[in-house]
């Protein structure tokens, strides 16, 4: 069995990585965020490759980490992680570490789900624009006694008189 001091140190180790990758991740959706709005095709092409790197990396490391927590006797379900945290030298800066990870991840999911709602608002954008080029947009607030938008109310294609 590893000493307390061997095992505090591997895991303070694992958790600055973790913290580490949870910031690098968090600035590729800042930056992925951007790119969005922009329509930056190159930029969103690197985010995507180093969300997955990144993604990666954490999972490794959680692996990592549950497989510690096992080999220093501690379940692996997030009140085993938090006792054996509790059970190292240095818990204090262990906790820390392990709460600015939580936070990481959170601003993370929330971070991912605004940069969703942007490429979903895009996505909207062109299919309309490529309606109007059709010939095939719809009128908003125009719509049939069941609820339903109505259909094509005199549109003409683009170009046609």
């Keep these: 069995m590893m000493s307390p001091n061997v095992a505090q140190q591997s895991m303070q180790d694992l958790l600055e990585q973790e913290v580490r990758c949870t910031e690098l991740l968090l600035k590729t959706l800042a930056t992925e965020r ?24 954490l999972e490794s490391l959680a692996a990592q980490r549950t497989r510690l927590v096992s080999e220093l006797g501690f379940k692996t379900d997030r009140a085993g992680v938090e006792l054996c945290f509790e059970s190292l030298p240095g818990t204090d800066q262990i906790i820390a570490n392990w709460h600015r990870i939580a936070s990481n991840i959170e601003k993370c999911r929330n971070s991912n789900l605004v940069n969703g709602s942007v490429l979903e608002a895009g996505r909207q954008q062109v299919e309309q624009a490529l309606g109007i080029l059709r010939g095939q947009g719809d009128i908003p607030g125009v719509y049939t006694p069941n609820g339903m938008a109505s259909g094509n109310l005199g549109h003409r294609k683009l170009g046609e008189v």
């Design 34 to 57: 951007t790119a969005l709005t922009e329509r930056n095709v190159a930029v969103l092409e690197t985010t995507t490759n180093d969300k997955i790197k990144y993604y990666q990396k």
